[in-house]
Structures are given as structure tokens and as C-alpha cells.
């Protein structure tokens, strides 16, 4: 009888002392994946603050070692050589050529976009989508190999027909087509999946009003799903703005500008921050923090214009879902 | 229907079909210029070889002078030089770089130039260093028939053509042949790659898993959790080359404590692990997510801790998802460039090691293709093994993806 | 003036009638009496293998509101689809028979669905404005139709918004978007959609089921305003809303049309035994 009582008061200790150990294990781990989300939360505040730092110090220091802020953010002339880096031109570089390139690629997208949703069937239009994945797919190296032999050779014979003579094709038009292609797949994506999520009932109706399938098509449906088109757009402009390999490949930098002329030569944000690498120290290898910061400025200031856009739309009473 | 309509709404569909058409166009170009440039020179020499160019002094310390004749094989073309007594033929041809070089273009199994050694002083005098077919010959030393050392080859200004029957009449035995291996090859960036892949894993996975696992169970519905929603967001929005700087700026720092210097492949596995968060997040929460919440409640139910829940019921029905969520990230890891070039750095290397700079596959060609001369031809090679890998992985993602949903409907 | 340029413009844009007119057949000669919308002759529909109409034969009275009852699945919504031929949308609906209109079997070959519609409107269940203005909403179908002038669509907006009673309540807000109407108020920008584009007849899909007591009551008084107009056929779940409203009323089940008469006779005197047990409720 004693024995049975100890056995059980025994088993009750043990069990005890499990459960405790299994709550402590609970406890641990419950911290760790908290941590886990604290360090993953913070990495974009960590990004900004640490590059920024290292981006200010070359405007810091003394009157003569250091670099001109305001000819940095203003200037027209980038020269390493010399000690001259005005950034202004090439912030109107990117935007000159990261737009274009944006605006090249939506139509395609819209349009690419009702033909996968709304007119190709089953098979076609897996096809299709899969056309486009790929696309997305290939890495901005590729992207780049193509670029320096194909896409300037095209801009390069162009020219040729006008007459004009090119950097063996590296030029602003070189850019802006290499960066349309690139942006090109998430905006179909996200026009696809914009357009797909609008409810059938508005296809109904449009088709009981008398309009055909092509026309209910561009007339309801695109203008319907425009929240997640424009949501594409802004995507793929941020990505154009920070793609470096490829672009740096084919855009030629130039030392001023800012580069109007298609068939120019170019530089932007991303290029000037690669180019040289490989030699480079001193001011020259601290300045490029400085071109990143801006970089960083530049895709913030574009999301929180298109935040502020659509916030008016709204308050007109025109986007809704 | 009036007779404009109907040709407003055919000409609206064609615009659908000529835009998805330029697509479709634009992926064929860019897959026939890659293949094209690139499919050529896809043999094992170039796949595991070298990339640097290797200069090797071969030759024998003993009598290996065996009378024999070779017969050439019907294989080789008009050019080609034969040496019939010691078993190999070269051609003259020109190199990148513009200059003459005499290439083996084959040696026979029983060739005494297979049985070369090295023969500096040294650490790796005695090696085997056997001359095989694709490398350079710059000058072979033979003693002839009277006992002098006589130089004959590239080096000195003679064409295959002369210096050959030259060797083949006289040379009573050769005791050194100079050459190169042309290296062009990839199997640095091909390790190296993979070194990064493992250790960027090594580091992203966790605290991704764990980060997804803290969204989806531990986090409550509240201002603080929609903020660390969002700056995850963000940082899937960083550019690429922003985390390079990151590398630096932050990570940098951190492991020069533990003795690293410069750059180096572990600097850009830490940087490829904060650039993959996003993306391991995100899916892994999904994943997560997908498991119906019975289960959880199941074990909950029966007594189990959250943690016991989560690693022993949730986890293990999510692992597909998480297995997605990896290989999507090694699709990543592949095609990275702009992350690396200024963490890992731009010097192609034979044999990477983890503490120092080396160059994935991605930026080799970054790096073939700056520079006066951008070699396409290797780059393309590069890049259709870097396609055939990425395009290779999305698809294992889909069919997982494929049967994890017929699971779920059966 | 210009209400009868829209009508020119309408005639022109419906061009392929006169050509159409040629095929007539023996009860087209009856189809072509004033007072018949539809003329129905043993139509038969399948989805696939299951045969969702029987044999239905009927005549749709001109402007008067004809109401299909019935419990669920008894057919009336389909058949109330096959007017403007909406069942075309669906994969595998396969109909025999003819349904007359002025003289056409609209299942014909010659007939262009595109423009029957814009003579058979279509008002359904759940409101469904595009999200654009209510302007945008109403001049929809005559934008689509190649109208341009201003004016016209000006007006058009203007009468089809009062014709549907919603004028007053919007006549300043016509830029607002209307998915901020209220669901009563959507509604009847909906018929006012549907009334844009003149047609001869409205349908409507239990167009009340969604909307509350208040706002059922307003659409029903609009429909007995509109049957001036236009010929209305109504699908309803309501027998009371069918009594209140329609002038001919046609009971189904299950695919068969059971009994049609007008109204009071339906429900007073049934002559089918199962309509007299769907009225009083013993079933559906």
C-alpha cells in the first residue's frame, strides 16, 4: 500500500517536473520567434539609418575635403576624376528613363492583361500567363547580356537609319526599353489578378445594356480593377529606379547632362553607384552611399506621391475596392 | 451592331493579341541570343574548369621515349598538325584577346604527354601534370639526337607546321613542355554559388520561419503588428543594391569583430539572408496559414503547448509551403547580383573560400561583361546554366505547389 | 425634339430588323399582334444532360407586368435569361424551340444578341452600378452604342433618372461615384440604366429580394408606373409582390410551366391543384 501511494506521488513529481520543462520550453521558444520578428521588423529602419550615416559623411569635414551638398543634389557634371559629382542630372536621368520605360510597358500590360483574363480560354491563357512568369523569372544579370548585345545593336542600327551616330548603342533609349521589358511582367501580374478579383455581376450587367465582351471589357472592367494597375505601375517604376546590373551595362555614363536625347548616352542613380567598382577608393568609393541614400529618397518620395494620389481619388469618390 | 463598332471592338482585341505577341517575342529573343551565344561552349572544360588562366611547366625526369607511331583519329579538321611519333596534333588559332595560340586539339591515350610531371622546385614538383587536349602549347624542349636542349614552339615565332615534323625528326627526347590551361570556365562561381546558397540558408531560414511562425500565431491584431507587417513589406521593396550598402554600413562591422576583413563570401551570405526575409516570410506564412486550424485546435485540445503545436502538428503539415519558400529563395540567391558586387566582391576565383571575396555565377558574368571587351560568349554560357537552374526551381515550386492543393481538395 | 433624334439614332443602330423580317413563320403572323411581347413555342433548355425548361409555350403580353412564380429552381430565372438571351453565357445551355419578338425567333442565326439587348433590358437581383458616376451608369449603354453628343446624353440621363423616380434625390451628385447610393437607390439606377436605352421590354430578376421593406415598396409603385411604357416580366419569390404588382402571372415547377392567367384568377381560382398548394404555402 505504501508502495502504490509512493509509486504515484513519485509519477506526480516526474509528471511535474515535465510539464514544467515543457512550459519553459514554450516560453523560450515563444521569445525567440517575438525576436525573430523584432529583428525582421527592424532591418528597414537599420537599412535607412545605417547607409544613410555613411552616405553624409562626405558632406561633412572640412571646408575643402568635403563634397558640396548642394552642388551634389543640383549639379550637372559627374566627374570622379576631378573631384566633381553633381547628382541633380542624373536624378532627372532616372526619372526620364524609369518612367518612360513604366509607361511603355503599361498599355502592354493592360492590354496583355484582358487578353489572359477575358479573352483567351483555359489552355491559351495558362500559356500565356507562364510567357510571363518566365519573364519575371530571369535574373537582371540576363537581362543585362541581352541588353549590351541585342537591345543596343537594335538602338544602334536605328540610328543609323536617322543618321545619328551612337555610343555603340548604350544610350538613354537602350535604357528605357531594357527597363520597359523589366517592369513589364509585374504589372501584367498584378493587372491579371486586379481584373480577375472584379465580381461577375458587373460583366453582367454591362453585357445586359448592350455592349459587347470587348467593350464591357475596356470600359468596366479595366477601369474597375484600376486600384491594382496603378498599385503594378508604382511597383514596377520602384523596381525600374533600383535596377543596377543590367542598366549599368548599357547606359554608358556620361559625365553631364541630363541626357534629353535618346540616342544619348546616360547615368543613372543605380549605374553610378556600380560603375568602377573595381577601382575605385576614397571619396569615390564613399560617394556612392551618398547616390544610395538618394536612391532611397527617390522611391520613398514616389510611393508616398502615389499614396497621397490615391488618397484624393478616393475622397472624390472615384476608387473604390 | 453598326459597322464601326464591330471594327472598334476587332481592332481593341488585336491590341490584346499584338501586346502579349511583343511578350511572347521579346522572351523568344532573349532565349535564342542567350542559347546561341552561349549553347557552343557548354562542355565539361568550361563547366569545371577554371576561369583563370594557368601556366604549367610539364616534363620528365626520366627516359619516356618510346619508338612509337601514333595514327591520328579521322576526327580532326584541316589545320590540325600531327605529331605522329608522340601522339597529339595542334592547331594554330586566335584567342579573346587577339593573339596566336597552338591548342591541342587532341592527345592520344598512350601519348608520353600524358605522363608529364611537374618539374619546378617546389611543394608540387612531382605532380602529375598531364597535357591534355584543349590546353596551350608554348614551347617543348627536347634534346636531339647529339645531346643539346633545343626550344621549339609559339615562343619561338614557328608555326605548328614548322615546329613539329622539327621535334618529330630530331628529338631523341623531350624533357620539358611548356603551356597554358585557357581556363574560361566556371566551376569557382559555380562553388562559390553554392557555398552562398548554404550559408544564406543557414541564416534566413530560421529567423524567417520564425519571424512567419510569431506573425501568424503570437502577434495580436494591433497597431504594432500592422507595423511590423508593413516594414516587412518595405523591405521586400528595397532595391537590391541598397542591401549591398547595408552589407557594408551594418553587417560589415559586426563580423570584423569575429576576425573577417574585406570582402568576402560570408559578408554576402549575411547580406543574401536579410534580402530573402521578405520573400521566406511571406511564403511561409502562407504556408502556415493554409493548415487547417482544426489541427492546431486538435492538439491544443489535448493538452500540448503552443511550441509543441507549432513543431509538431503545423510545421510538419506546412511543409510544403516552407519547401516552396526555400527554393524560391535559392531562385533568388542564383540570379542575385547587385547585393553581392559590393559585399562579396567582383574577383573571380578558381577556389573560393568562405572568409574571402569570390564571385557567384551572377556576378562572373557582371564581371565578363564590364570592361572594353564584355565576353559574351562565356557570359551567354553563364547565364543559359543560371536559367536552366532558376526556370528549373519555379517549376519544382508549381508542381509542389499543384499537388499540395489536390492533398488539400482530396 | 431630340428624344425623337434618339429615336432615328436607336432605329439605325438596330439596323439588321429589316433584313430579319423576312423569316416568318406560321405563329409569327400571332407574334405580330400589338399586344404580345414574347411569343413562346415549345421551348426546351438544357444545361448539359439535365433538361431545366419543358415544353414551354406562352405568350408575354405587351405592356402589362407578367409575373413567373415559383419555388426554387422551378426554371422562371432561366427562362426570364433566355429574353436577351443571357443563357448564351453559359458553356453547356442548349435551347430548342422558338421565342418570337415582332415577328423573330431571337434564337436565330440572323439575330444579333449585341443589339437585342439594347431592346430587352435586364434590371437583377443583387444592384450592380459600375463604379463610376451615376452619369457614367446611366448613359453607359448609349455610349457604348456610338453616341457622342452631349446633349443627348444629357438628356437621355436626365429622363430615364426621373422615369425610374430617382432624379430628385440625385439630380446635384450626378458625378458622385454610385456605389455610395443606398441599395434602393442603386436599384433604381439600375432600371434607370436599363430605360436609357428605350426598350420595348424591362426584365427583372427578383429585383426586390435585396432590398428592405421601404425601398421594395418604392420599386414596386415604379414598376406600375412603367408598364405604361414598357412591358415588364418579373421574377419574384414573393406571391404577395406578384399579387400586388403583376397583371398575368405564370406559376412553374420544375421545369414545367403549370399554370399562367391573369393574376386574380391565379390566385383565387387556381385550376392545377399544385398551384393552389404553392399558393397557400404547402410547399416551396
Known sequence: MENAKENVMASEAKFAKIRKRRRGTDVLFRNLFRIAGVIAAMMVILIIIFVTSR????????????????????????????????????????????????????????????????????????????IVETLAAIPSVVYGVFAAGKITVLVRDLANVFGISTYGGNSSLAVILLLAIMTYPTMTTLAVSGIRAIPKELDSASLALGATPTQTSFKVIVPAARSS????????????????????????????????????????LTSTMLTGLH??????????FSVGVILMFVIVSMNLLVHAAKRRLEKKGGLSA | MTRIRKIKDIFMQSLTWVASGISAWVLVAILVFIFSNGWKLLDRSVLFGDYHAKNIVSGFSDEHNADLTFTPPDTLEDGDVVSTRFGFAVRDEIDKEKNHVHTLTWV???SPLLNGKITTAGPTQGTPAPFKAGMNINKFVYLDNSGEAITVGRLKQQSPQEWIPLMDGNAKQITEFHGKEPGGGMRGSLMATLILIGLSLLFSVPIGIFAAIYLYAIAKQNRLTTFVRSSIELLAGVPSIIFSMMGITLIFPIIKLFGASGQSIILGSLTMAVLLLPVLIRQTEEA??????????????????????????????????????????????????????????????????????????????YVLMGGENPNFELSSAISIVILILVLALNLTVKVVSALSDKKGKA | MSASKLQKFMKRAGGTNKKTMASSSGSSQAAQRENVAFAIEDVNLFYGDFQALKDITLDIPAHQVTAFIGPSGCGKSTLLRCFNRMNDLIDNCRVEGAIYRNGVDINGDAVDVVDLRTHVGMVFQQPNPFPKSIYDNVSYGLVCQGVRSKKVLDEAVESSLKKAALWEEVKDHLRRDATQLSGGQQQRLCIARAIALQPDVILMDEPTSALDPIATARIEDLITQLKEEYTIVIVTHSMSQAARISDKTAFFLLGDLIEFGATDDIFQNPRDKRTEDYITGKFG
Open chain 2, 108 to 110: 592520344d591515350d598512350h
Open chain 2, 288 to 365: 502556415l496559414r493554409s493548415v487547417p486550424s482544426s489541427y492546431a485546435q486538435a492538439s491544443l485540445a489535448l493538452g500540448a503547448t503552443q511550441t509543441e503545436t507549432l513543431f509538431r502538428v503545423v510545421l510538419p503539415s506546412a511543409r510544403n509551403g516552407i519547401f516552396s519558400a526555400c527554393l524560391l529563395a535559392v531562385s533568388r540567391i542564383i540570379g542575385e547580383s547587385a547585393a553581392l558586387v559590393f559585399t562579396m566582391g567582383t574577383a573571380i576565383q578558381d577556389s573560393p573560400k568562405i572568409g574571402s571575396s569570390a564571385t557567384s555565377l551572377a556576378v562572373q558574368i
Open chain 1, 229 to 268: 494597375i496603378a498599385t503594378g505601375f508604382t511597383l514596377g517604376l520602384g523596381r525600374a529606379f533600383g535596377e543596377a546590373t543590367a542598366v549599368s551595362m548599357i547606359a554608358g555614363n556620361a559625365l553631364a547632362g541630363p541626357s534629353w536625347n535618346p540616342f544619348d548616352i546616360t547615368r543613372t
Open chain 1, 55 to 130: 552616405g553624409i559623411r562626405p558632406f561633412l569635414g572640412s571646408a575643402e575635403e568635403r563634397v558640396n551638398l548642394k552642388y551634389f543634389l543640383t549639379g550637372s557634371r559627374w566627374r570622379a576624376d576631378q573631384g566633381i559629382y553633381g547628382l541633380g542630372f542624373v536624378i532627372i536621368n532616372t526619372l526620364i528613363v524609369s518612367v518612360t520605360g513604366g509607361l511603355l510597358a503599361l498599355p502592354l500590360a493592360i492590354l496583355s492583361a484582358v487578353l489572359i483574363t477575358r479573352i483567351a480560354k483555359g489552355k491559351l491563357s495558362i500559356f500565356l500567363t507562364t
Open chain 1, 279 to 288: 577601382e575605385t577608393s576614397g571619396v569615390d568609393y564613399e560617394i556612392r
